[in-house]
């Protein structure tokens, strides 16, 4: 019976807990693997200290490869309340980053930096609201699978963008696959500190838009029909939930969301939009809602730990010998394992306390 | 009692950053020789297994590592925000020469020659325009230039193809100056020209680039050039199954179905790699723009023991003619980059 | 040598005993009744000895050797086998697809006329007349369904049978037949567990009975030396009464009063149980009854009630609270004073894994006595789960704890305050005490009849005809998805509305 008497507090620091050990158990057995190639473990974590820690451009790349990411594993996690997997947060970037890049074409008669951030923030958050709207209006309709759409409207994203960066708003001066620049009212300063590294701002931004969301879905009707939802379908309609509108406002909102990548993209980096720019970002952003478990604060540090990893995959390359870039895709993969393998610390829980019996 | 304590303790903290920073110092260093020359390749995303262009210039490099005796470091970009962060770690490390492979990495070059300005870059395929940065641009219209000839001599029709890859102004350029040299031979040759997409998986869909291939040979085409990294393989299957030729790109293909590829394109990215490593050594690093055209055989086709058969002396003969009239000027190939700046 | 025994079997849940060293006997040959509240620990012990859960401590014997059934396939081996509540059979195979799933004849391919040969040789046997082998079992009742359950046991070579509340879905007639069934296996030499917790069926067909209290075994008795009261006693803890016996006010002219809720001519065609024009009218201050086996539409007509936008295809009048209501949403129904119970309590009415705060706000999650500019304000909605706690006597009585943590009476509990938080009008209650435990059983119907006596409407759906008796003012008795009869308080009789309920006349 004390059991039960347990705050819900304490059950998400206990999943958390959970988290970081799982994390923890992935890093060590992909440590294990490096071992096992003949490379240091002790090393391997300096060089990934020191890639996302060891100086303030370091850190800046760190937080610039965090941003996206928790932008698209909020993309994911949010539908997930409503219990719809959102696959298609690469597509909804791609549209909401291009967005971004034509609202700099637009708006070059905006005059105040406040005034064409704003702007461009708006054109990014409906672009990738828009693309989300779109497989959460199909499901609400039409029961289509949002699995598959938000699949199909990836390569739908990809191409439409790309035409447009092709033939209509392409830099003609450039050989490659990008748009016009866009003005420098638009432009995110990055902090001095950063040494170079494009992140300003907008990170704390995100920060408080992630808490935002959070407050929202926990205090508000809306979050609470789009938890019930996702909690038991027939329940929430039982009692006068209705689907179609929690699943089209939380796939917009999530869109929306995923659309912001193109303030970190395009308006704090490359200034224009780029075919292919993003890492894959969307995608990632499911291992970080996963690792998050679907906690909309718990995609911040998720991110951060994905960011960490992103940043070091390139510098593992550099500086040993034996760990290539797939090398530490791995070490990503074995997290992700480690923090979703529920089956397997349930299991090593009953061990634990089979021994302490 | 006191004292003694916090001395204690001090002296533990102290022993502490002592271990860590002799753990965090092994980083950075490695034992250079002052004499050695140190080389660091950034290669793009698809890395040095892509059979082409990164392909290519590793090569060029582990050649310069044999013959010239150098240190090397490698790396591949994990994705397109990392060619800065990765050039800048080569600069820290002091490197020697830094060289970076792709359009996509001059933004990085720039921004890191500016950051770091006695440091020696080089650059492919962009002109970087910093004055501590080599920058190797690659007439590929000459170069297709020059096949489109061959292509229209091997079709009696006067029907050739272009199969593209992604849709960008780089392989245009390809598909202007291939029609320009099919049309020199034959005015009234015809170029059917096709892309696979505008994603980067048109670079990596050999089916599709079958499918397409298929299609234009039914239509009475009688040679492809494919330009379209991996994508072609598809269409030399094609080729081979049709009994039709088709053209290589970047590097020398000839090899993957003889007897069905005509000739190769090849952008010898090794060489200019090779070329200007070889320079910095002999301290005649040139910066600025440097164009590999067909004058310096940066760009040519590609003659081996696979398509000996193919091409003929006369064959040879007329190209060369072609290639001598580009060099002394005769001959304007256009070029899309400046068709598209005066637009 | 008895054919089970359990011998000091105990398991634990993390800190909290779903078992404490249970020891009992069951004799061969013999019908062995298990009884106890939800929660007492009779699935946790059957699941043990289905292999499902493995035991800390203690010693299962079956026919007086020790075992260590470590999953359902050595249970079976030991020919132990059991009948769930929710029946494990494949809809649309045949039956007798179904039966031999798992221990198919022939080693190549399956010998279904094998199979057929034996199956008849068993049902001959055990007197268990079944024609209907070559069926998908979509098409059989229900009472057909748990037949082809036991055949399959039968065919499986069980000696120990398990049932799990046979009688839940049952018609009168059709507990009779199973009843009869039963003492055929029983005289073959079975031996039979029945889990139940209708001390009446217990009472009237077991040899002995064993009742458990949270996770303890109170003791064993014969049948023929025990009571009602006392296995009551022995299961609540103190004595309780069954029937309600509570005060039921006597309105002046309830009977003319005019109708708070109304249907007219109702029919929906493209409803797994489809309605063909149904009219009621139900008025303020009574309770009435609907009966019937299940599938006969009345899982429709309460889904109509509550939400009619889910009904595109219905056609007819549904009046309520002074307006037309065909086409509105939940939400719109419970501002004009209707509250629900559903009828699947645990699919349809609660959020397993979300505190008892989150589910009192489901259905009241737009109430504005909690929500004001589409924020709630659980501070508000605290003090009204306590109340709920309180009043009715929730156990644990934490507001934050997973519901799916409460046993099936406190979850009931909790979906009825829920209901009755908003002050409704007019009250759907479905199978208020469906997988309820006695004690509590008592108190709901006692809330029930207090929202009736202050003038409350109640519809109450069951398929216990006994609540409906002990409860209702008036009942309609539903088949093939009409009225089939009308009856008045004064008319109820078991058995013509069981011959009502199974498609005769009044």
Avoid at chain 1, 8 to 16: D, L, N, Q, V
Avoid at chain 1, 112 to 140: M, R, Y
Avoid at chain 3, 335 to 360: C, F, I, K, S, W
């Amino acid at each position: 019976m004390k059991k039960e008497n347990k705050p819900t507090g304490y059950a998400s620091f206990r999943s958390f807990l959970r988290a970081v050990a799982g994390a923890t158990l992935g890093l060590s057995a992909g440590l294990l693997i490096c071992r096992l190639v003949g490379e240091s473990p002790i090393k391997v974590l300096q060089v990934l200290y020191q890639s996302s820690f060891g100086s303030g451009y370091d850190f800046g790349m760190t937080l610039f490869y965090t941003a996206p990411l928790i932008l698209t594993g909020l993309a994911v996690a949010i539908p997930l309340k409503g219990g719809l997997f959102n696959i298609g947060a690469e597509g909804q970037l791609t549209v909401g980053a291009l967005a971004a890049a034509w609202a700099g074409v637009l708006g070059a008669g905006i005059s105040s930096p406040a005034l064409a951030v704003l702007f461009a923030t708006f054109f990014a958050f409906l672009a990738g609201g828009l693309w989300g709207l779109l497989p959460g209006f199909l499901k609400a309709r039409q029961g289509s699978h949002e699995v598959i759409t938000t699949i199909m409207l990836n390569f739908i994203a990809a191409g439409v963008t790309a035409y447009f960066t092709l033939y209509t708003i392409k830099d003609p001066v450039s050989a490659q696959a990008e748009t016009i620049s866009i003005p420098e009212t638009f432009h995110l300063k990055p902090f001095a500190v950063f040494n170079g590294a494009p992140m300003g701002w907008l990170i704390f931004f995100l920060i408080l838009l992630a808490v935002g969301i959070h407050y929202v879905l926990w205090r508000s009707s809306w979050g609470y029909s789009l938890k019930a939802l996702g909690e038991s379908e027939v329940a929430a309609e039982t009692y006068g939930i209705s689907r179609g509108s929690s699943w089209m406002s939380s796939m917009f909102l999530a869109g929306g969301v995923a659309g912001l990548v193109g303030l970190v993209e395009v308006l704090g980096n490359s200034h224009r939009f780029k075919i292919g720019f993003s890492a894959d970002y969307g995608f990632v952003g499911i291992a970080v809602a996963l690792v998050a478990r679907g906690n909309i604060l718990g995609v911040l540090p998720s991110a951060f730990l994905f960011g960490i990893l992103q940043k070091g995959s390139a510098s593992l390359d550099l500086e040993t010998d034996k760990i290539t870039r797939d090398l530490s895709y791995l070490i990503q993969g074995l997290i992700i394992l480690g923090v979703s393998a529920e089956g397997l610390w349930g299991w090593l829980w009953k061990l634990v306390r089979r021994k302490n019996a | 009692m006191d004292m003694e304590y916090s001395s204690c303790w001090r002296f533990g903290v102290a022993r502490v950053v002592l271990i860590l920073s002799g753990m965090f110092s092994v980083l950075g260093c490695g034992a250079v020789q002052a004499s050695e020359i140190r080389v660091g390749l950034v290669l793009e995303r698809s890395g040095k297994d892509d059979k082409s262009f990164n392909a290519s210039a590793y090569q060029g490099l582990k050649r310069a590592e044999k013959e010239l005796g150098l240190t090397t470091k490698t790396v591949e970009a994990p994705d397109n925000s990392a060619y800065e962060t990765l050039q800048r770690a080569f600069a820290e490390k002091k490197f020697d020469l830094i060289i970076a492979v792709g359009f996509h990495q001059l933004e990085a070059v720039k921004n890191n020659a500016k950051r770091f300005p006695d440091q020696k870059f080089l650059l492919i395929d962009e002109d970087a325009k910093a004055p501590n940065v080599r920058s190797v641009m690659f007439e590929e219209h000459e170069g297709s230039y020059l096949v489109g000839a061959l292509a229209a001599l091997h079709s009696k029709s006067g029907k050739v193809g272009f199969i593209g890859g992604m849709d960008v102004p780089l392989i245009r350029r390809f598909e202007m100056g291939f029609e320009a040299g099919a049309k020199k031979i034959n005015p009234k040759a015809s170029v059917t020209a096709n892309y696979l997409g505008v994603t980067g998986d048109a670079w990596n869909n050999p089916p599709k680039a079958k499918e397409l291939a298929l299609d234009q040979y039914n239509r009475g085409i009688e040679v492809i050039f494919v330009a379209a990294g991996n994508s072609g393989l598809g269409v030399f299957d094609a080729a081979a199954e049709r009994s039709k030729l088709a053209i290589g790109v970047d590097s020398n293909q000839d090899w993957i179905k003889p007897g069905y590829i005509l000739t190769s394109m090849m952008k010898r990215v090794d060489e200019a790699v090779f070329d200007s490593i070889r320079m910095f050594k002999e301290g005649k690093f040139e910066t600025g723009l440097v164009r590999y055209g067909v004058k310096s055989k940066g760009v040519d086709y590609s003659l081996d023991e696979h398509n000996a058969k193919l091409v003929s002396e006369s064959d040879k003969k007329q190209l060369e003619e072609l290639r001598s009239q580009i060099i002394g000027g005769k001959i304007k190939v256009p070029d899309y980059y400046l068709v598209q700046k005066k637009k | 040598m008895s054919a089970l025994e359990f011998r000091g079997v105990s398991k634990r849940f993390g800190s909290f005993f779903a078992n404490r060293e249970l020891s009992f006997r069951v004799e061969p040959g013999t019908i062995h009744g298990l009884i106890g509240e939800n929660g007492a620990g009779k699935s946790t012990a059957m699941k043990a000895l289905f292999g499902i859960h493995s035991i800390e401590e203690g010693t299962i014997l079956i026919r007086g050797k020790p075992v260590r059934i470590k999953n359902p396939i050595q249970a079976m081996k030991l020919g132990i086998g059991m009948v769930h509540q929710h029946f494990m059979l494949a809809g649309p195979e045949t039956v007798l697809d179904n039966i031999i799933l798992g221990r198919e004849p022939g080693f190549f391919g399956i010998n279904r006329e094998k199979a057929l040969a034996e199956l008849e040789n068993i049902s001959e046997t055990y007197g268990l007349q079944f024609g209907k082998w070559l069926s998908p079992v979509d098409e059989l009742s229900v009472g057909e369904q748990q037949r082809v359950e036991i055949l399959k046991l039968l065919y499986q070579r069980s000696e120990i049978l398990i049932l799990d509340e046979p009688t839940a879905v049952l018609t009168p007639q059709e507990v009779s037949d199973l009843f009869q069934n039963l003492k055929r296996l029983k005289d073959e030499g079975k031996t039979i567990i029945l889990i139940s917790h209708k001390l009446k069926e217990v009472l009237a067909h077991t040899d002995a009975v064993t009742v458990l209290r949270r996770g303890e075994c109170v003791g064993t008795r014969a049948t023929s030396e025990t009571t009602e009261d006392e296995l009551a006693q022995m299961m609540v803890g103190r004595p309780v009464s069954f029937t309600y016996e509570g005060e039921r006010k006597v309105f002046a002219k309830a009977e003319d009063a005019r109708a708070v809720l109304r249907l007219d001519r109702l029919s929906i065609s493209d409803a797994q149980e489809p309605l063909h024009k149904v009219a009621l009218e139900l008025r303020p201050a009574e309770i009435l009854g609907i009966a019937g086996v299940q599938g006969n539409g009345q899982t429709t007509l309460l889904r109509f009630l509550s939400n009619p936008s889910r009904f595109r295809s219905a056609d007819g009048e549904y009046r309520f609270a002074g307006a037309n209501r065909m086409g509105s949403n939940p939400l719109a129904l419970r501002r004009a004073g209707m509250a629900l119970v559903p009828e699947d309590r645990l699919a349809e009415g609660l959020l397993l894994h979300q505190d008892l705060m989150e589910n009192y706000l489901l259905g009241q999650h737009v109430d504005p006595r909690f929500v004001s500019r589409g924020m709630i304000d659980r501070s508000k909605v605290r003090p009204r789960v306590e109340a709920a706690i309180r009043d009715f006597d929730i156990r644990p009585p934490f507001v934050n704890i997973w519901a799916s943590r409460l046993s099936g009476g406190n979850q009931q509990k909790l979906v009825i305050a829920r209901a009755l938080d908003s002050n409704p009008s007019v009250l759907l209650i479905a199978h208020p005490t469906r997988g309820v435990d006695v004690g509590a059983i008592e108190r709901i119907h006692e809330a029930i009849m207090k929202e009736r006596n202050s003038g409350k409407s109640i519809l109450l759906f069951s398929s216990e005809l006994d609540e409906l008796i002990d409860l209702s003012d008036r009942m309609l008795v539903f088949f093939n998805g009409s009225v089939a009869a009308e009856f008045q308080r004064r008319e109820f009789d078991p058995w013509a509305i069981g011959r009502v309920m199974g498609g005769g006349e009044k």
